[in-house]
């Protein structure tokens, strides 16, 4: 039997104390060190950089879908993209509509395009609360695909 040179307490073959934590071996610098391994704490968590990818519109998303290799960091990026490729698809449309309605209606004393003016904040507001449900989704680890969209991305990620 084996005994601590600190404390006095059974080693049983340890190299180090179970109840003292100190080296039984004649020099501490010759001990065995523990060391954790670099990959497992290398980078950010996925559901971290998931987020991230929507943080600041498709350049955090193009940034993650480059460097980033996991199926779900990929996924969440190439959805932050289309998402926003999709948000300027509907402004743009929105403004054109809005346009062509104030020139058609200008004869009017109401021109229906002035509307715009009081629905624009609304779909602001609505881009903006998808946006920052993606990234509760993506931080929950919850691999969430809106629709269209989502369907899109995920045959493209694969």
Known sequence: ???????GAELGGAAFCPKCGASQSASAASAPVAVAS???NEGLAENVAGTLSYAFGWISGLIFLLIDKRPFVKFHAAQSIALNIAIFAVWLAFWIIS???TVITAALHFPIGVLSFFLAPVIGIGFIVVWIF???KAYGH????????GNMVEGMVK
């Open 134 to 136: 993606m990234m509760v």
């Open 38 to 40: 670099a990959s497992t």
């Open 142 to 149: 919850e691999k969430y695909k809106l629709p269209i969209i």
């Open 1 to 7: 039997m084996a005994f601590c040179k600190a404390c």
């Open 99 to 101: 346009a062509m309605l």
